[in-house]
């Protein structure tokens, strides 16, 4: 039988989202419980882009449940030689759990459609949900809550801003958003989000992040765009996240940012090293949550 994949989170209820969030915090605070939790397990980590933290922290999370995960380079493999269909079907033979990172978001959709095991996006041009898990984990244990909050997102209307805005509003934050014209999120995902919450979408950074608990950007130039690199470091200045811009947060706004970080372009180092900044412990709960969302899908939680 197929077993459940997570590829935009459209498809996890706000319960389900909530209890992968909740067991990742779980898991944070009782490592030792979980280390023999997917003994003999083995996840296949496909990467077609470059990746930091994605990689580690799957990685180590396996390490960590008694797993074992092999890290498949798109250029060190056969996966563009033959069609990805077949090169999925035998990769599914071997492992228990896979994870790609992709360009196109059909790229993902063909891959869980070939495997019979659980599939993760672990990023596409449309959604990043391990860090949206991770985001929303991240303001629960700061904030104590979810609900009720104002997320605040500056910057372009990307994957992270998509699955962010889909997560929050699912678990009842008020999502608000300021992007230049054009770069506005997409509309499927915003569609989705106002069924659980409200979403505002603005023109200037400011009117977006007045009075936010949380004040969220990422990168003006995704991995895929940097063909566009000089266009839109024209167009993006004014949405800065900065000082200025983060006094009209409330006093205790949480800062958060996906990383990686392009100091001076979406993002000031001042703020970066705030006391309002939780960008590491961020990073940090990317581990915990998708060890949560390993074991969840692999029936061992
Ligand atoms: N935030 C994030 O996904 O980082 P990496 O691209 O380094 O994996
Ligand atoms: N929006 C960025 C996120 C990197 C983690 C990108 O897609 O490159």
Redesign the pocket.
Known sequence: MKGRDLLTLIDYTPAEIEEIIDFGIEVKRNPEKYYDSLKHKTLAMLFAKTSTRTRTSFEAGMTQLGGHAIFLDWRTTNLTKGRLEEEIRCIDRYVDIIMARVYKHEEIQAIAQAAEKPVINA?CNLF?PCQALADLMTIKEHKGRTSGLKIAYVGDG???CNSLMVCGAKLGAKISIGTPKGYEPLERAVEEARKYAEVNLYNTAEEAVKDADVVYT??WV??GQEAETEKRLKIFPPFQLNMKLLKLAKPDALVMH?LPAHIGQEITADVIYSKNSVIFDQAENRMHVQKALMLKLLGKA
Do not use: E, I
């Open positions: 990023l990043h990307n994957n992270v990422d990168t995704s991995m996906c």
